[in-house]
């Protein structure tokens, strides 16, 4: 995009910073994608686009998305914790792309945990 006025950087100055905020501050729920080795070569960057993706289509506030290393839990990765503000603690695994849009339409969307894909969960 070519910048031609103020009103032009101003509206790229909010993209960013709705961007930014998916990843800072605080939410409902916050999403970690794990991103290790063995998470990326599982395919947890075609989850995270996906998460991304979806949360903005969906035009959802309150959410965080952040990004860890390797939990230890290789043969079930592509991993992805959601962690409600009350503590709840839910860590999804075996994902793909599909399955991470299916987790903010059914778990973030509509409170409903997807109980085949769980892995552990805390209260």
Known sequence: MKIKTIEDLKKIKEEAQQKTALREGVGDYKLVVYMGTCGIAAGARGVMSAILEEISK???KNIIVTQAGCIGLCDREPLVGV???????I????LTPEK???IVASHLVN???IGDWVVSAQQ
């Open 111 to 113: 409170g409903q945990i």
């Open 91 to 94: 860590l999804y695994g075996n």
């Open 58 to 60: 969906r035009e959802l």
């Open 83 to 89: 962690e409600k503000r009350d503590g709840e603690k």
């Open 100 to 102: 991470a849009r299916q």
